[in-house]
């Protein structure tokens, strides 16, 4: 334990309570450890064994990726690995997403990372968003929201462009690993909200059609198409690639909108 950093592990764990409305209290119960030795673990006094860390870890929904962290911290070695997503561990799950990716044809479905990087696709996104911007102009990785938001993109055509993007600013807090807003996130977010004409403050949406869903409508040749989006992530992850992927799927909102999809796609 010589390595052990007991007051940066303190202050971690204070954080971690901090963004999950905890008290040292409601932890004690939660977890079966005594708040005197919660209270010793983060005024730096006494650093907790793997299995109370990873039990407290586990109470606050810390995700994988900052449960190294406190391992770290706490002078152990981390045990959540960051392969790739595509990395031999992966395999079983990878053969699973492209068996999701091709099912979900002709309809577009891509693989994100936690900062929407798309990672991989279906033939049917490229092709559905070529419809309306130049999809080959645009370096690799691609990034969905910034696809949305850029004006060269695909905003000119997003027909509830103001309801759209304030969902999606919203999506991006709502739907963070652990709900964790990292630096990497919060850059994203600023390139977002600098791009002309987008309010720094969306709290609310604008009431919409009479949808259990905010619709993300396209204008194609004079014509809207609206859809939905559903998100599948990995249950029970063991590794920080598996809990942060995301796979988006594209829905047709209404018959019509299927109907031209498929003219469209054909």
């Given at each position: 334990m010589a390595n052990?950093?007991?007051?940066?592990?303190?202050?971690?764990?204070?954080?971690?309570?901090?963004?999950?409305?905890?008290?040292?209290?409601?932890?004690?119960?939660?977890?079966?450890?005594s708040q005197r030795h919660i209270s010793f673990i983060e005024s730096g006094r006494s650093i907790p064994s793997r299995p109370t860390l990873m039990g407290l870890a586990q109470s606050l929904e810390v995700p994988l990726r900052e449960r190294n962290a406190l391992l770290i911290a706490s002078g152990y070695a981390p045990v959540y690995g960051e392969n790739?997503?595509?990395?031999?561990?992966?395999?079983?799950?990878?053969?699973?997403?492209?068996?999701?990716?091709?099912?979900?044809?002709?309809?577009?479905?891509?693989?994100?990372?936690?900062?929407?990087?798309?990672?991989?696709?279906?033939?049917?996104?490229?092709?559905?968003?070529?419809?309306?911007?130049?999809?080959?102009?645009?370096?690799?990785?691609?990034?969905?929201?910034?696809?949305?938001?850029?004006?060269?993109?695909?905003?000119?055509?997003?027909?509830?462009?103001?309801?759209?993007?304030?969902?999606?600013?919203?999506?991006?807090?709502?739907?963070?690993?652990?709900?964790?807003?990292?630096?990497?996130?919060?850059?994203?977010?600023?390139r977002l909200l600098g791009y002309d004409d987008v309010p720094n403050e969306w709290a609310t949406l604008p009431a919409t059609r009479d949808l259990p869903f905010v619709p993300m409508s396209f204008a194609h040749e004079g014509r809207v198409l609206n859809y939905f989006s559903m998100i599948t992530t990995v249950g029970t992850p063991q590794t920080i690639a598996a809990e942060e992927l995301r796979v988006e799927c594209l829905f047709p909102a209404d018959d019509e909108t299927e109907a031209r999809h498929l003219e469209l796609m054909a």
């Open positions: 052990a950093q007991p007051s940066e592990l303190g202050i971690l764990l204070r954080q971690w309570r901090g963004r999950r409305g905890k008290s040292q209290l409601d932890l004690s119960l939660d977890t079966g450890v790739a997503w595509n990395d031999t561990q992966m395999q079983s799950i990878h053969k699973a997403l492209e068996r999701m990716l091709r099912q979900h044809e002709p309809f577009a479905a891509v693989v994100m990372d936690r900062h929407w990087n798309v990672l991989t696709s279906n033939q049917a996104a490229p092709r559905f968003f070529g419809l309306f911007t130049n999809m080959e102009a645009r370096p690799k990785p691609r990034n969905l929201l910034e696809l949305m938001f850029d004006p060269h993109g695909m905003r000119p055509f997003i027909a509830n462009w103001e309801t759209t993007a304030a969902s999606l600013v919203q999506r991006v807090h709502r739907e963070a690993v652990g709900r964790v807003i990292d630096l990497q996130t919060q850059a994203l977010l600023g």
